[in-house]
């Protein structure tokens, strides 16, 4: 099966930039930043976060923040793709995380170290909080299930399985995207790494000082062409293909010549059947962490030119880790739609080392395809291709 | 699909030659873990000794490293090794690592530090290492793969949803071989969740077939196996089919069926629905021990018998449903067995291994 057959049927995403995709754009539009200290739990550290500010009524699971917001995404995006009820339908559900996957509940541990014994209430919340097994039961999808946790590339790496799935007919519709809640023990791990910065993150900018952590869930709808002309929905965007190489290089630091970003730029391009001038924009992983960007920035200068429109959308929304992928899947899918990009928030000075700079204002963009690019712990690289259908 | 590399670790040792020789030998006492926060307490475990294993060289590349991290590089070097493959790293290679805890040991160990010195003086390594992608990533540094790496956790299903995906990657060329496997690490606080939550057997013998109630005995180990859609290597059998939540093939004469049951749902009686009095089955959990990732343990036994055409007797034959059991070890044709897994949903999982 060709990926032009791969539609996006549906988007949902909810970050500090907004609960869904149209005050997302507003608050794009404005460039406003909703950073500021962490309220969802005591900490001694500074470093600004991301929080979401209002979960929407309705979606709260008590100690499961990972999944509420997951939920807001995936509801977003099935209404947008008019599913409301998958019976009969072959659906599989691929979401990738880092906080759902493990059980870093202080106070039981905590109670268990100090008495031996701690009440089971954590425990049962982790073993029913498996990400797309809690959201496959959740809305009746009876196809393959996969939680990704690839640390920050698991988002975009859920949507390159789910591609791989409806390629191979394992599914016909697939839900896909990632999704993670702020949460204390990364929070502090990133402090650790000498990674989190004491102000508001500059992506690519000379003076960067590092990442501010944030939270939220980007959800995409696809399926086949032929599974979207049997529904009788319509499409005008499509996941057009999708890489994923390893560095093989470090646990926590990107390779210097960029070896495994370049072969994922590479893979995604040639499985979308086009060139670099095809792109009209890259929604880079930009961090704003000094490692990261440069060796990001030279290689998307490389492959696509320094004349690149190209942004990072974490000044927005702060590093999101395992929902990285998924929420900037939808802004380039959004950024195709609306054919324009917001300026990259936290950008002011061009570093010299870095070969390009990301757009300073709202731009507009041209073409049908762009990508999202991520880079995570342990060397893995993974990039998207998102296409626009012709004539749409 | 072929499985034409396979390594692993457990309580047996390192590499499936061990594996052999538990399927041949039969059941063997668990040993005992102590419990640290619990005083005078200890449970039966099935563990793997690494004062004792025989590769100093990865070990020492990879010290940095958790047990989690440990086993999975050893696995997957023995898989690769045995292959016979020549310049595999340099293919178009892959990596799946499943697993349904990833490195829990470590992530209790970082939380010690935020409880022992406050959240602005905890270690970075111990949470570079607490990443659940680590182990993947030490696979791919310390034996120079630079194919998709990957890392993927789905509880009881682990396994089976990454063999389903290196299976998509080889038929559309993503990739030329995949090395997939499954890990798991006892602790102490799972070892006390499991504990708290399932019946640990007392008698040392994790008992399949009685269904419900179950016992459990933990256990611990990496199984990692080298895909291709080729003939070639040290092909074991061709992985015909994996099915999750219905299980079309169902029809479909097996001389074996292997089950997962290890005791890891408070009732597994729905593995009866799944078999047939016509069809003998084994479940070697009392071997390895008990593992959400066992599935892959069972994999390795179906694949190993189906190369030796050799059949391996269930360990431990307690039967009081008068399933028709795998009794006896001996020679004999084996064309396909069936391995079978469930959730706690009762949701199965089923893999087809046929022989080449």
Same mark, same amino acid.
């Not at chain 1, 100690?63 to 917001?69: E, I, N």
């Not at chain 1, 944030?214 to 696809?222: C, I, N, S, T």
């Not at chain 2, 799972?190 to 459990?216: E, M, N, R």
């Given at each position: 099966?060709?990926?032009?057959?791969?539609?996006?049927?549906?988007?949902?995403?909810?970050?500090?930039?907004?609960?869904?995709?149209?005050?997302?754009?507003?608050?794009?539009?404005?460039?406003?930043?909703?950073?500021?200290?962490?309220?969802?739990?005591?900490?001694?550290?500074?470093?600004?976060?991301?929080?979401?500010?209002?979960?929407?009524?309705?979606?709260?699971?008590?100690?499961?923040?990972?999944?509420?917001?997951?939920?807001?995404?995936?509801?977003?995006?099935?209404?947008?793709?008019?599913?409301?009820?998958?019976?009969?339908?072959?659906?599989?559900?691929?979401?990738?995380?880092?906080?759902?996957?493990?059980?870093?509940?202080?106070?039981?541990?905590?109670?268990?170290?100090?008495?031996?014994?701690?009440?089971?209430?954590?425990?049962?919340?982790?073993?029913?909080?498996?990400?797309?097994?809690?959201?496959?039961?959740?809305?009746?999808?009876?196809?393959?299930?996969?939680?990704?946790?690839?640390?920050?590339?698991?988002?975009?790496?859920?949507?390159?399985?789910?591609?791989?799935?409806?390629?191979?007919?394992?599914?016909?519709?697939?839900?896909?995207?990632?999704?993670?809640?702020?949460?204390?023990?990364?929070?502090?791990?990133?402090?650790?790494?000498?990674?989190?910065?004491?102000?508001?993150?500059?992506?690519?900018?000379?003076?960067?000082?590092?990442?501010?952590?944030?939270?939220?869930?980007?959800?995409?709808?696809?399926?086949?062409?032929?599974?979207?002309?049997?529904?009788?929905?319509?499409?005008?965007?499509?996941?057009?293909?999708?890489?994923?190489?390893?560095?093989?290089?470090?646990?926590?630091?990107?390779?210097?010549?960029?070896?495994?970003?370049?072969?994922?730029?590479?893979?995604?391009?040639?499985?979308?059947?086009?060139?670099?001038?095809?792109?009209?924009?890259?929604?880079?992983?930009?961090?704003?962490?000094?490692?990261?960007?440069?060796?990001?920035?030279?290689?998307?200068?490389?492959?696509?030119?320094?004349?690149?429109?190209?942004?990072?959308?974490?000044?927005?929304?702060?590093?999101?880790?395992?929902?990285?992928?998924?929420?900037?899947?939808?802004?380039?899918?959004?950024?195709?739609?609306?054919?324009?990009?917001?300026?990259?928030?936290?950008?002011?000075?061009?570093?010299?080392?870095?070969?390009?700079?990301?757009?300073?204002?709202?731009?507009?963009?041209?073409?049908?395809?762009?990508?999202?690019?991520?880079?995570?712990?342990?060397?893995?690289?993974?990039?998207?291709?998102?296409?626009?259908?012709?004539?749409? | 699909?072929?499985?034409?590399?396979?390594?692993?670790?457990?309580?047996?040792?390192?590499?499936?030659?061990?594996?052999?020789?538990?399927?041949?030998?039969?059941?063997?006492?668990?040993?005992?873990?102590?419990?640290?926060?619990?005083?005078?307490?200890?449970?039966?475990?099935?563990?793997?000794?690494?004062?004792?294993?025989?590769?100093?060289?990865?070990?020492?590349?990879?010290?940095?490293?958790?047990?989690? !991290?440990?086993? /999975?590089? *050893?696995?997957? &070097?023995? +898989?690769?090794? @045995?292959? =016979?493959?020549? #310049?595999?790293?340099?293919?178009?290679?892959?990596?799946?690592?499943?697993?349904?805890?990833?490195?829990?040991?470590?992530?209790?160990?970082?939380?010690?530090?935020?409880?022992?010195?406050?959240?602005?003086?905890?270690?970075?390594?111990?949470?570079?290492?607490?990443?659940?992608?680590?182990?993947?990533?030490?696979?791919?540094?310390?034996?120079?793969?630079?194919?998709?790496?990957?890392?993927?956790?789905?509880?009881?299903? !682990?396994?089976? /949803?990454? *063999?389903?995906? &290196?299976? +998509?990657?080889? @038929?559309? =060329?993503?990739? #030329?071989?995949?090395?997939?496997?499954?890990?798991?690490?006892?602790?102490?606080?799972?070892?006390?969740?499991?504990?708290?939550?399932?019946?640990?057997?007392?008698?040392?013998?994790?008992?399949?077939?009685?269904?419900?109630?179950?016992?459990?005995?933990?256990?611990?180990?990496?199984?990692?196996?080298?895909?291709?859609?080729?003939?070639?290597?040290?092909?074991?059998?061709?992985?015909?089919?994996?099915?999750?939540?219905?299980?079309?093939?169902?029809?479909?004469?097996?001389?074996?069926?292997?089950? @997962?049951?290890?005791?890891?749902?408070?009732?597994?009686?729905?593995?009866?629905?799944?078999?047939?009095?016509?069809?003998?089955?084994?479940?070697?959990?009392?071997?390895?021990?008990?593992?959400?990732?066992?599935?892959?343990?069972?994999?390795?036994?179906?694949?190993?018998?189906?190369?030796?055409?050799?059949?391996?007797?269930?360990?431990?034959?307690?039967?009081?449903?008068?399933?028709?059991?795998?009794?006896?070890?001996?020679?004999?044709?084996?064309?396909?067995?069936?391995?079978?897994?469930?959730?706690?949903?009762?949701?199965?999982?089923?893999?087809?291994?046929?022989?080449?």
């Amino acid at each position: 099966m060709n990926t032009s057959s791969l539609l996006i049927t549906g988007i949902g995403v909810i970050s500090a930039a907004g609960n869904n995709a149209a005050t997302t754009l507003q608050s794009f539009k404005q460039g406003t930043r909703n950073a500021g200290p962490v309220t969802l739990f005591p900490t001694i550290l500074k470093s600004p976060v991301f929080e979401v500010q209002r979960l929407p009524a309705g979606y709260y699971l008590e100690g499961l923040r990972t999944l509420s917001l997951a939920l807001v995404a995936v509801d977003q995006a099935l209404q947008e793709a008019r599913l409301a009820d998958l019976t009969g339908l072959r659906v599989g559900v691929c979401m990738g995380t880092t906080v759902a996957s493990q059980l870093n509940a202080l106070q039981f541990y905590k109670s268990y170290r100090e008495s031996g014994a701690a009440p089971m209430t954590s425990v049962d919340r982790f073993l029913k909080g498996n990400l797309a097994e809690f959201i496959a039961r959740k809305i009746g999808a009876r196809g393959p299930q996969a939680s990704v946790v690839n640390a920050c590339s698991s988002g975009t790496d859920a949507i390159g399985i789910a591609l791989s799935w409806l390629k191979s007919g394992l599914c016909d519709i697939a839900i896909a995207g990632g999704s993670d809640e702020l949460n204390h023990v990364p929070y502090c791990g990133f402090n650790s790494l000498g990674i989190a910065n004491p102000g508001l993150c500059a992506p690519f900018d000379r003076d960067r000082k590092g990442l501010n952590l944030g939270e939220g869930a980007g959800v995409l709808v696809m399926e086949t062409r032929e599974m979207a002309r049997k529904r009788g929905a319509s499409a005008d965007l499509m996941v057009s293909g999708y890489g994923s190489s390893s560095d093989a290089y470090h646990l926590t630091a990107p390779s210097p010549e960029g070896v495994g970003l370049k072969a994922a730029l590479a893979a995604a391009l040639s499985e979308a059947g086009i060139g670099p001038s095809s792109i009209g924009f890259v929604n880079a992983h930009g961090t704003g962490t000094h490692d990261n960007d440069q060796v990001e920035g030279t290689v998307l200068a490389e492959v696509f030119g320094t004349g690149l429109k190209m942004l990072s959308t974490k000044g927005l929304t702060g590093h999101t880790l395992g929902a990285a992928g998924g929420i900037e899947a939808v802004f380039t899918a959004l950024g195709l739609r609306e054919g324009w990009i917001p300026a990259s928030a936290g950008f002011q000075n061009r570093d010299a080392a870095i070969p390009l700079e990301p757009v300073r204002e709202t731009t507009a963009i041209n073409g049908r395809y762009a990508i999202s690019t991520s880079l995570a712990f342990g060397g893995t690289n993974a990039a998207i291709v998102i296409g626009r259908e012709a004539g749409s | 699909m072929k499985i034409v590399g396979l390594g692993m670790i457990c309580s047996e040792g390192q590499g499936s030659a061990n594996l052999e020789k538990a399927l041949q030998r039969g059941w063997k006492e668990p040993g005992t873990v102590a419990t640290p926060h619990i005083p005078g307490g200890a449970y039966p475990a099935y563990l793997v000794d690494f004062a004792n294993l025989p590769d100093k060289t990865l070990l020492k590349k990879i010290r940095r490293s958790d047990a989690v !991290s440990k086993m /999975s590089v *050893l696995a997957a &070097a023995d +898989a690769l090794a @045995d292959s =016979g493959i020549k #310049d595999i790293t340099q293919k178009k290679l892959g990596i799946i690592l499943t697993t349904a805890f990833g490195p829990h040991v470590t992530t209790f160990n970082f939380l010690d530090d935020i409880l022992d010195h406050g959240d602005a003086a905890v270690s970075p390594t111990t949470f570079s290492n607490s990443v659940h992608n680590a182990a993947a990533s030490y696979i791919a540094m310390s034996l120079d793969i630079k194919g998709p790496t990957l890392t993927i956790t789905q509880f009881q299903f !682990s396994f089976q /949803s990454g *063999l389903q995906l &290196a299976q +998509a990657w080889l @038929d559309q =060329g993503r990739c #030329d071989y995949v090395l997939a496997g499954a890990v798991d690490q006892y602790g102490d606080v799972l070892g006390y969740v499991a504990d708290h939550k399932l019946t640990t057997a007392k008698d040392g013998k994790i008992k399949p077939f009685t269904f419900k109630p179950t016992c459990q005995i933990p256990g611990e180990g990496a199984a990692f196996f080298l895909l291709s859609n080729k003939h070639e290597g040290n092909t074991y059998c061709c992985v015909d089919a994996i099915h999750t939540n219905a299980d079309p093939d169902h029809g479909q004469s097996v001389d074996i069926n292997i089950i @997962d049951a290890d005791g890891m749902l408070l009732d597994e009686s729905a593995y009866l629905t799944s078999l047939s009095k016509d069809i003998p089955t084994a479940a070697y959990s009392p071997l390895f021990g008990s593992m959400m990732i066992g599935g892959a343990f069972n994999v390795a036994a179906g694949a190993l018998m189906l190369k030796q055409q050799r059949r391996y007797a269930t360990p431990v034959q307690d039967n009081p449903h008068n399933i028709r059991l795998l009794t006896a070890t001996e020679d004999g044709a084996l064309a396909k067995i069936r391995c079978t897994g469930y959730n706690c949903y009762a949701e199965r999982s089923v893999i087809y291994l046929t022989k080449l």
